[in-house]
């Protein structure tokens, strides 16, 4: 079946650094591919999305390449914030009539002043 | 614009207790979804409903019921609690034709 793996973490940054999060899918068919944040205490907030093959998803520095060649969705950003402390989900839509989305396992990533 | 509301934001139940888990969105969106959060686990999808009057199961679905009277409403019921409930419950929502949900702020269950 359909399914996502994510980097384990925690990932611990200094400020500035540059921020990557690997996300591989399995998947059949053509699924939308997602990266949600989650801040402590919240529910997940959408921040990027890319719904076809060579597509790039951005949103707040953050960037992903739906890569079908790699199936791979992997977020990156180039200078990160303490504010940009968070877990991190990637996610796919399962077309298959479930109305169901996908979520990785989460990446925890804090982010050191 | 208030989003997706979810009430009550924390809840603690002894086991075998019932309730229920209020959503509501003013988005006018189809697809409504319940999800639950469990450590080291993702999201898992418990219910969703694609419109009024139509719900389906996800894939954890037992010790949950749903109904789905009205758009704006989408109501999780659990009847009979037990601890392996005990979770943090998010409801979703999104328009036809796009599947990036807008998430309500959850609610933490406790069951004792």
């Known amino acids: 079946g359909n399914s996502v793996t994510q980097m384990e973490g925690p990932v611990t940054l200094s400020e500035e650094a540059f921020l990557t999060i690997n996300c591989t899918y399995t998947?059949?068919?053509?699924?939308?591919l997602f990266w949600y944040v989650q801040y402590p205490g919240e529910g997940l907030q959408l921040l990027l999305k890319a719904t076809k093959a060579d597509d790039k998803g951005s949103n707040k520095g953050f960037e992903a390449t739906y890569r079908k060649e790699t199936t791979s969705f992997h977020l990156e950003k180039g200078s990160v914030q303490v504010s940009d402390s968070a877990v991190y989900f990637c996610?796919?839509?399962?077309?298959?009539?479930?109305?169901?989305?996908?979520f990785g396992q989460g990446t925890t990533l804090q982010v050191k002043p | 614009n208030a989003g997706v509301t979810q009430t009550p934001k924390f809840q603690v139940l002894k086991t075998g207790q019932s309730m229920t888990l209020q959503c509501a969105q003013d988005?006018?969106?189809?697809?409504m979804s319940w999800y639950r959060q469990d450590p080291g686990m993702g999201l898992r999808l418990i219910h969703y409903?694609?419109?009024?009057?139509?719900?389906d199961q996800g894939e954890v679905p037992n010790g949950y019921n749903v109904s789905r009277s009205t758009t704006e409403d989408f109501p999780l019921r659990l009847l009979s609690a037990a601890p392996s409930q005990t979770s943090v419950y998010f409801c979703?929502?999104?328009?036809?034709?796009?599947?990036?949900?807008?998430f309500g702020s959850g609610t933490r269950l406790t069951v004792v």
């Open positions: 979703a929502s999104r328009i036809t034709g796009d599947y990036g949900y807008t």
């Open positions: 998947a059949t068919g053509y699924p939308s």
């Open positions: 409903s694609v419109g009024a009057g139509i719900t």
């Open positions: 988005m006018n969106h189809e697809y």
């Open positions: 996610a796919l839509s399962d077309q298959r009539g479930t109305d169901k989305l996908i």
